[in-house]
Each structure stands twice: as structure tokens, then as C-alpha cells.
């Protein structure tokens, strides 16, 4: 499976937009991208996933560009609740092999 | 509609013992995957059960084991344990195994080793 580069941590005021950037430049055409999230001491939590083209539920937003090697996910806005390590993750046969993701602080 | 469930919670062992950890996945789904996570790291993904049969497996030991049941249940069985495998051992499941169906995780089964 292909891996996926995140930044360590990103800070965000709460209210405000929070947009994760996720590179998987290695990623083949029959691989989706997940995102989950894991708030401390609980299990990760589903939160979007797609193929090519954009996606949107009551959670976030995805947005993966044209070539298919890079991610953004959208937090349209972030609350203090959204505080979590999120987790990219590119699959094409639902085993997820996490990265060590990106640490979202949101601040009051 | 309960979510994916493990039991225990938490537990305590020593080194050399055997342990088994147990999952219920969530109503519906008929995969389960299991996971390792030491502290400060992302899950590691040790391997998934479909159909009662061990369908992928990460780069983990012999000593980690298990078994689905006819009721997709699964039990994650790990022997001749080492302080190594002290971690949070989360069980996540799905619907149809190598799908693109996302999975949902429980809270975990903490386990130290003394």
C-alpha cells in the first residue's frame, strides 16, 4: 500500500476552517483514501473516505486533486471537540496501515 | 445499534503468560480487523478475519493469533508474552473483507505487561 506523508501538528481557532494536507504521491488507481481521527483514549473514528473525486458528509469535507497525490480534509468549523490526531490512510483492500498523522490542536 | 464492543478493557499480565482478547463487531458487519497501538504511535495493523479465516496479516509474530466466529465475533489470542506487547489492542470491523468499506473501530482492550 502506498504511504502518506502529514504534517506532525497544525493549530487551529476554533470557528475557523481546519485543512489537513495529506501527500500520497505513490498511490495507485484502485486505492481509496481514508481519513480517521483519534481523540485520546478512544478508538480511531471513520470520518470520510474517496476514490477521485470530491466528497462531502456531515463531518468534513475531501478535496483530492486531479493526479490523485495529495489530499486536503476540511473541518469547515473546528470546534474544541475537533482536537485530535488525524490519520490519512490510502488502501485499496480495507487493510488500513495508519501513519503516525497530524496532531490538530484547536484553540479557543 | 451497538458499535463495535471489547472486553476487557483493561488487563494485566506477565511476562511469558498467554492472553486473549475478545470483539463483537458492530451490527451488520462481518470482518474484523485487529490492531496494535503503543503509546505516542499510530495503529499497527495485525490482521483481518473473514468468513471465519484469516484473510490478511500484517508483520506480526506466530505468537499472535485468532479466530472468528460463526456469529463473526473474534478473539485475538497473543502467547509467550514480552513487555513489548504492552499496548492498546483495538478491534475494528467492516462489511466484506478487501471492500473499500470504511471501518469502525472500538475503544480497546489496554494491556500492560508487567
Known amino acids: 500500500d502506498a504511504k502518506t506523508t502529514q504534517p506532525p501538528s497544525m493549530d487551529c481557532a476554533e470557528g475557523r476552517a481546519a485543512n489537513l494536507p495529506c501527500n500520497h504521491s505513490?498511490?495507485?488507481?484502485?486505492?481509496?483514501v481514508y481519513w480517521y481521527r483519534q481523540i485520546h483514549s478512544q478508538g480511531p473514528q471513520y470520518i470520510i473516505h474517496g476514490l477521485k473525486n470530491n466528497e462531502t458528509n456531515e463531518m468534513a469535507s475531501l478535496i483530492i486533486t486531479e493526479d490523485r497525490k495529495s489530499s486536503t480534509l476540511i473541518l469547515p468549523h473546528a470546534t474544541l471537540r475537533d482536537t485530535a490526531v488525524y490519520y490519512c490512510?490510502?488502501?485499496?483492500?480495507?487493510?488500513?496501515?495508519f501513519g503516525a498523522g497530524t496532531r490538530l490542536t484547536v484553540k479557543p | 445499534d451497538a458499535g463495535v464492543t471489547q472486553s476487557p478493557t483493561h488487563l494485566i499480565k506477565t511476562r511469558g503468560q498467554q492472553v486473549t482478547l475478545r470483539c463483537s463487531p458492530k451490527s451488520g458487519h462481518d470482518t474484523v480487523s485487529w490492531y496494535q497501538q503503543a503509546l505516542g504511535q499510530g495503529p499497527q495493523f495485525i490482521f483481518q478475519?473473514?468468513?471465519?479465516?484469516?484473510?490478511q496479516r500484517g508483520n506480526f509474530p506466530d505468537r499472535f493469533s485468532g479466530h472468528q466466529f460463526p456469529n463473526y465475533s473474534s478473539e485475538l489470542n497473543v502467547n509467550a508474552l514480552l513487555l513489548g506487547d504492552s499496548a492498546l489492542y483495538l478491534c475494528a470491523s467492516s462489511l466484506g473483507s478487501g471492500s473499500n468499506q470504511p471501518q469502525h473501530f472500538g475503544d480497546g482492550t489496554r494491556l500492560s505487561i508487567l
Open positions: 505513490t498511490i495507485s488507481g484502485n486505492e481509496y
Open positions: 478475519y473473514y468468513e471465519e479465516e484469516e484473510r
Open positions: 490512510i490510502v488502501s485499496r483492500n480495507n487493510d488500513m496501515r
